[in-house]
């Protein structure tokens, strides 16, 4: 038997809050708002530090801004190898003897690409073109592409389409968002996206967790998801989706399975994912129908059989070491979508070892496929959709720039809906109400200003590569897309520039 | 010598066809291009002309330019390798005074042995060769390669580049003609314009903001772009689209300069249906920047302003001619008496079509 350890942890607390008692009117917002258990009365505010997660709940809501919080002045004695993060883990694990459990995306300081990667724009040789003035096109179709087209001609000499085209998504805007579970993320939450999507003519996603039966009426602009777990899965939520997408992998956790547990699931989870109350949603690591390449064609030609060949199919994997040939198996398995998702990329909850550890940057993943998909001359035969932290506009117009048809954004929505990255998803106390199934917190997000937020980001992302195109005298999305000569790197060495397809700032045409 | 960087350009642009096949000679091309002397700089002039080989009108003329004699030596065994000479000669020239240190040029009158085409129609084994050429070939360069035409361009302006060449000598029923002003001295001939593949011509005034998606689109398809010119692009597209995939020159027209998604919004049910398709899949191929082209060859001449007309182009017509051109003057100074003269909407193409036999 494990001996009993002291109550009391050796761990010093991450953040202090600082409250200032001459300007608190005592109004308790901050208590009732916090959700950590941070915020205590006694006489007075009284913040118990080590629960802070700086969230930023509680200096929102108080009306004398009278809150601040900062790091906790803790000294460490100073080592650049034994690292405070590295010593307080230590710690942690010595208390817990568990697996370090994390949420949001990699947040260690590794090369961000898309902040080495700089935009060309015309002069003199060739116009800028405004776009305040001249149509600036955005639209963007996910699916399957043949090579060439046939025509025929009919009874009146009328030249007509002979091909029949696969199954196509019509996106307004190349952004789609991100997967998230219904159980990782709450019900208003699926909703602000659902709502939002259909609004700008973009896609959500219902991540592993199934749809709830109050969503149906959206479906139309969601993409619905097959996880290794099933959950949810039946036949009129395939139907009822504009795609279908099979999601062998994710950024934050490649490899390994997803764990949604039992407390979280309620009533409405429980029919959503078709399980019963209470029981811990289980998704295994693979698939256990699919532990080959082969195995996958089977599963996408069974969805496609299922959805009588009217949606696109796409197959989502993390970004791993050698994804561009894991990427070729997958178009020529027959998916008609490829998403890929790099190490940066967000999650409800993941061992921190994964998270911060495995995989590679979408960057570099993103432009080795889509080298590899033109070399081997089927890259019409599958979009290419990344994620893995897109963080603004220029990191979309990057990357299509790179080769994408279209990006993802999973936290980049939430930041809208309020989210304040404290990664702390994984405890179920999302002070926000959005990664939470607890009712008071979840309430705190109204799904019409949360989708009015989401749309407002969207059209201002939308703006911002208008100008972007406009500045690159292009007129049209497709004018852009894999156009890696209107990229640059800065700070790159030589193997990074040749596998990005990019040439140093400096370098002419 | 040969240059590997992209040069961006200004430009000048004319063309003239008789539609029903009467040859006309190259002093009048000469006139209508000289007169805008000052859209060029004098580092790059040049022609296409169709039906100026009456006499070998089956048999592929190579029109080259060898670095130096040494090039056309290497050349030598590797034409008598891959095809049947029916005959090579000298391009006769004129020494004339602007024109500097042309390289070798020389023109080959080829047939492809029938049992090289097997399992490959002889056009794309002349296309293969012609790449295989251009890359591999140190010091030689395929100016054009089609059938009863030929391309004679070089570094100066192009009235002088037109009269060095004797253009005056030669008669035919399609001429186009380009005079160029890039930003910096390119100093090879074969970087001028027209650019030839096959019995397709063009000449092009503009920048082509898109280049870097097109060339990727057309590596797909196996095509090696040597030259890094936007000019190289354009042929190469229609080579894949008309050429190898078979597109009616009015779709592949609506691929390079595509209509725009509002207006295919409006369209009737079964053109939306052919634009969106054409759209979707020929991204890769929408030409986009500031360009008006002028696309030769053998059945026609075609003219094609971008999607929302950054460049000029004029259009004429006189009984049987057709003319076009980057100012109306050049065409009124070979032709003053127009029937017709109008200036082509954005992204509509102006078609001339040979409808006589060649005489
Ligand atoms: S919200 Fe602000 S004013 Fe209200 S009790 Fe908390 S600190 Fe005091
Ligand atoms: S979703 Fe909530 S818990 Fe997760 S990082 Fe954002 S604010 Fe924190």
């Known amino acids: 038997m494990a001996t009993e350890l002291s109550p009391v942890s050796q761990i010093p607390p991450e953040f202090h809050v600082k409250v200032d008692h001459d300007q608190c009117r005592k109004c308790k917002r901050c208590v009732l708002n916090c959700s950590f258990g941070c915020m205590q009365f006694k006489d007075k505010v009284t913040p118990d530090h080590s629960k802070c997660v700086a969230c930023h709940r509680c200096t929102t809501f108080c009306p004398e801004n009278a809150i601040s919080i900062t790091d906790h002045p803790m000294v460490y004695k100073e080592n650049a190898n034994w690292t405070e993060r590295i010593r307080q883990n230590t710690l942690k694990q010595a208390e817990t003897g568990g697996i370090l459990l994390t949420g949001m995306g990699n947040p260690k300081p590794y090369p961000i690409l898309w902040d080495h990667l700089l935009i060309d724009a015309c002069q003199v040789t060739n116009p800028s073109i405004d776009p305040l003035r001249e149509p600036m096109e955005l639209r963007t179709f996910l699916g399957s592409k043949p090579d060439k087209l046939e025509f025929e001609r009919d009874e009146h000499n009328n030249v007509r389409l002979k091909t029949q085209l696969a199954p196509h998504i019509q996106l307004d805007i190349p952004v789609i968002f991100a997967a998230m579970s219904y159980g990782a993320v709450s019900h208003n939450v699926h909703k602000s996206l659902a709502i939002a999507a259909n609004k700008m003519g973009t896609l959500m996603n219902t991540g592993e967790g199934g749809l709830h039966e109050d969503l149906y009426p959206y479906s139309g602009r969601i993409m619905v998801q097959v996880a290794s777990g099933r959950f949810g899965v039946h036949s009129d939520y395939l139907k009822a989706g504009a795609a279908v997408e099979i999601k062998i992998g994710q950024g934050a956790k490649p490899g390994i399975g997803g764990h949604l547990p039992g407390e979280k699931v309620g009533l409405e989870i429980s029919k959503t994912r078709m399980i019963p109350v209470g029981t811990d949603a289980l998704s295994p690591a693979p698939h256990h129908d699919i532990y080959s390449i082969e195995d996958l064609s089977q599963l996408i030609f069974a969805i496609k059989e299922a959805t009588d060949y009217m949606k696109p199919v796409s197959v989502k994997i993390a970004a791993v070491h050698n994804v561009a040939a894991i990427a070729s198996g997958i178009v020529r398995a027959g998916a008609d979508i490829v998403t890929i998702d790099g190490f940066r990329g967000g999650t409800g909850a993941t061992p921190a070892i994964i998270r911060d550890n495995v995989g590679i940057p979408i960057e570099l993943a993103l432009a080795a496929v889509d080298q590899r998909l033109r070399d081997e001359g089927i890259r019409n035969q599958a979009s290419l959709v990344c994620a893995g932290s897109i963080r603004e506009a220029a990191d979309v117009a990057k990357a299509i720039a790179l080769g994408a048809d279209a990006c993802v954004i999973g936290t980049a929505a939430l930041i809208a809906l309020g989210c304040r990255v404290c990664q702390k998803c994984y405890t179920g106390n999302c002070a926000w109400g959005i990664a939470t199934q607890r009712p008071e917190l979840t309430r705190r997000l109204d799904p019409d200003v949360g989708s009015q937020r989401l749309c407002n980001l969207l059209t201002a992302w939308k703006h911002e590569l208008q100008e972007v195109l406009g500045s690159l005298g292009v007129n049209s999305i497709e004018s852009l897309r894999g156009s890696r000569e209107r990229l640059r790197g800065i700070g790159l060495d030589k193997e990074t520039l040749e596998i990005l397809g990019v040439k140093p700032a400096g370098v002419g045409m | ?359």
């Open chain 2, 1 to 359: 010598m040969r240059c590997n960087t992209r040069i961006p350009s200004g430009c000048a642009i004319s063309g003239m066809m008789c539609e029903s096949g009467d040859r006309v000679d190259g002093s009048a091309i000469i006139k209508s291009i000289a007169l805008m002397h000052d859209r060029s700089n004098g580092l790059g002039g040049g022609f296409a002309a169709y039906g100026i080989y009456p006499r070998r009108a089956d048999q592929y003329a190579f029109h080259m330019m060898f670095d130096d004699f040494a090039a056309k030596e290497n050349f030598d065994e590797y034409v008598k390798d891959h095809f049947i000479v029916e005959r090579d000669e000298v391009i006769p020239t004129s020494p004339f005074g602007n024109i500097t240190s042309p390289p070798v040029l020389w023109r080959y009158f080829l047939n492809v042995d029938e049992k090289k085409l097997e399992f490959v129609e002889d056009r794309e084994y002349v296309v293969n060769k012609v790449m295989e050429i251009n890359s591999n070939v140190p010091g030689a360069f395929v100016s054009s390669s089609g059938k009863n035409m030929g391309a004679f361009k070089g570094v100066g302006y192009p009235e002088d580049i037109g009269h060095f060449y004797k253009l005056e000598e030669y008669k035919g029923y399609i001429w186009t003609s380009h005079g160029r002003f890039p930003t910096n001295t390119p100093g090879w001939w074969g970087g001028a314009h027209p650019f030839g593949l096959l019995d397709w011509s063009i000449v092009h005034n503009g920048e082509i903001s898109s280049y870097g998606i097109n060339k990727r689109y057309l590596e797909m398809f196996g095509y090696k772009l040597e030259l890094r010119t936007d000019t190289e692009v354009v042929a190469y597209l229609f080579d894949l689209l008309v050429r190898r995939q078979n597109l009616p020159m009015e779709l592949a027209v609506k691929a390079l300069s595509a209509p725009f998604w509002d207006n295919i919004d409006r369209m009737e049910p079964h053109t939306k249906e052919l634009m969106t398709a054409i759209r979707m899949v020929y991204g890769g191929a929408l030409l986009n920047g500031p360009y008006s082209i002028i696309l030769g060859h053998s059945r026609g001449m075609m003219g094609l302003n971008d999607r929302i007309k950054l460049r000029p182009m004029t259009c004429g017509r006189k009984d049987d001619m057709l003319y076009m051109a980057s100012e109306e003057s050049a065409i009124r100074e070979i032709e003053p008496d127009l029937d017709t003269v109008w200036s082509p909407k954005a992204g509509e193409a102006v078609v001339g079509t040979l409808n006589g036999e060649v005489e």
